[in-house]
């Protein structure tokens, strides 16, 4: 008799506590999907004022956001440019960074998915959501953030170029 009241004790606990834990999940802001916007290329050769690119150097203060030190130490040959849109009307802020192919096509899964998460945390500390392209304008991945929640709650998608990580030789 002593088991079935301590087998039910254990069980009202366990049922109690995923009632009282569900709602707080529920509230959780979603994070918002990665913006649809198409890649605009033609920004780095003709760049609106609204526009920050690799080229853009602000004479006067830092250029938000920077992504200069993350290209010249550990991403020179990776990262080749980007593009950073400022937030408009439903639109978070944004960078679509620009990846020399042949490099992205040799590295491992791992190693992308390090790459977006560093340079996606860059973005996030700027405010700036991440999408990572190359010249073709394939979308390689995302590192997306709900901006609304602090700290900010951030989601990175990886394209379906080689999940299972055995490089680019496949």
Not at 47 to 70: E, G, M, R
């Amino acid at each position: 008799m002593r088991h079935h009241q301590t087998s039910f004790l254990l069980l009202l606990t366990i049922s109690l506590t995923a009632l009282l834990t569900t709602p707080l999940l529920a509230q959780t802001l979603p994070i918002p999907s990665p913006s649809s916007a198409p890649l605009e290329l033609d920004l780095l050769t003709n760049p609106k004022d609204y526009v920050i690119t690799a080229n853009t150097i602000n004479p006067t203060q830092l250029t938000v956001p920077s992504f200069w030190w993350a290209q010249q130490n550990s991403e020179e040959k990776l990262l080749d440019n980007w593009i950073a849109y400022p937030a408009f009307a439903k639109e978070p802020a944004r960078v679509d960074l620009i990846v020399n192919q042949q490099i992205w096509s040799l590295l491992d899964y791992v190693q992308r998915y390090d790459f977006v998460n560093r340079l996606g945390s860059t973005g996030r500390n700027f405010g700036y959501n991440v999408r990572v392209f190359n010249y073709q304008k394939e979308s390689l991945a995302t590192y997306t953030c709900n901006f609304s929640i602090s700290p900010a709650l951030c989601s990175i998608q990886m394209g379906n170029q080689n999940k299972i990580g055995l490089g680019g030789s496949l």
